[in-house]
């Protein structure tokens, strides 16, 4: 729900602190990252996917512009808290801790369960409509790593977790797309720009949405 | 991930098997009307927000019908999993199992956290654009048992509930207002039809979608 | 907008007759209809991406099955919509009859113009999210006569076509597959079933959903 | 669709130009405002309603800062496009010029025509859960110049504009709703920034996604 936690507690010289028992940005962008580490998915190999489903399309786009737009995308709020929960889930029960049937369903990854999706999805739409068919794509085509996590052998449960790269990766070829048609309109093309102006919107402050 | 579980078992008279180890329908729909009891939420108060938000647009329509509407949106599967998973979600950080900071988050419901709407979407969304609109609508007005679920005191986490509680009620309002369509176009209005009659295609074989 | 058009006249008995100056379902569905044979695009190509998608995974299923379900997906008031709206900019772009810089952005088809996308997934998203997946899948692989479509000489604009009958073959792919699995938890197959038991809630009253 | 339109043609010293018949972002911006202008909805008006949505959770908010959010949604490809599409279809239907059933269809701005709110969703999406939630509570609830435009006697046909004012309005209260929590974790307030602080990102170069 969204209206709620409008209380206002009074600090110091009468200022508002409305940061009391909340979790602060920062610490949840650090959680996500640490998340997808203890997972075995790194940056790079989220931007790999990127850089195959772009390339086609631009002139001198490189690893390195990539990776700084997969960095974009992880600092969207909504991006974060899908990958914090889906995570967990995963996690949960690989540790046999979820509720039955709960737990069968996730453990083997029904065909027809979609929660998995839905969730990605979330932060897919915020991205746009290429963002959505890129991840279509993804999903059914499971490139890079999303195949060897679908795939994995062994005890792991990657039930959200495939989709959530494949999210992750929809959402910055998405944003790649959107950034060489400005760059077109000044005749330019990825090979004019560094890596760092790739998302330039994510270098100042008051944008964390 | 969808495309996945498609081993195949040869069972007996070589009639092909993909059941195994699988949880059946019947298990999903039941686990979902217990956990919906076990959280204290009643066909009945959902099918009052129903009756409330279509009476305004229908002759004769009385709560019976609504609780029809309600029933047959619980039969989808779409709408189980998201219930399944949402309660899972709230019953563990009820017991402090959540990893942090997620714990915090959601045991604070905070106001950027949408992943709760998020699940609780993508059921709506198979119910048409004004369930989408009905939702949220009664996700800022917060009616009947939503309201009670959202302010609720003591240590009882209902972040996610009170989404699903509205994404059930939009869903069947959304039904309704379809089902009035077809009604006018034969002259006819809910007083002409008995409950039962509400949502017909739910009760014929192979419609579980 | 949703709420309006409640006004009703009496209508010979007292009756309530609130279907003056509407536009009948049977009217919208035969509209459909002729709008897609208008264009070239039949039922029979439709349901051939279908049975592509979903041939590996069903014992049995037959063209006519997928037949079936493409019908049953035309019969849905969001699909409807979707088609009539889609089709009609088409035409309109066609005649050069829409005002700029519109008619130049649907006549080329610009990548970044996602209202074709957007409009199509409005009916996609009532199939779940096996359709969204499948939907984005099409969207960028383009089997069958999508391709034509998407590729066409001439003067022929089809820049909603194509994501229109993307959007058809993923939500009649996506009934398909979830059809399985009941035909499944009775150990049974596309080969038990006849054509018209593919999608039997369309075959009763009241169902116009 | 989305891959298309990927020709490029040399100019002059070997530079790839690929803007020719295109549209430039700029022109498609200039013909949303004046879109917007020549259907007598302001900018004022639209963030009047920003305003009243955010103001009990925002100390030190002016209309001033939601101006600046609802110029900055105005920028958004996707919100342009919706707008052109959405408007250009009221247009059409005023002028009768679109074809039956469609005509009649969109004219009546019939309650189960759910296109409308389908093309707005597209770009509300694109600001998260709270723009959904928001837009749902705006379209059932007709705050301000939503108001006035669902209710306009006369010939005007508003069906598309109404869902749209409602789409641009819950995009900059979602936008208001996370920069307030930037604010916070600053321990500042609207009251601490001007208006111009509101949406930095947009004072960027190579960030009109």
New interface residues.
Partial sequence: ??????MCYK?GAG?????Q?????K??YE?TKEALDRRGVTIEEISKIVFEMQI??N?GLTLEHCMESVESVLKK??MQ??I??GI??D??AEKK??????Q??VE????????????A??SV??????A??????L????IGIINKL?TKVGNGVH?FL??LVASIAACASS?I???T?????Q?E?FADITPE?TA??TK??????
């Fill in positions: 729900m969204v209206t709620k936690d409008m600090n200022k508002v602190d409305r940061n028992g909340r979790v602060h940005s610490q949840v959680a086609a399309y002139v709020r909504e808290h899908a914090l929960v967990e889930l996690e949960l801790m979820l509720s039955e049937p709960l069968q369903i083997s990854d029904e065909g027809l369960f979609g929660v998995d999706e839905t969730i999805l979330g739409f915020t991205y746009g409509s290429i959505v068919t890129t991840f279509g794509h999903d059914k085509n499971k679908d039930t495939d989709d944003r797309a959107h950034r048609r400005d760059l077109e309109e005749n093309t102006e330039p919107e100042i402050e008051g944008t964390t949405t």
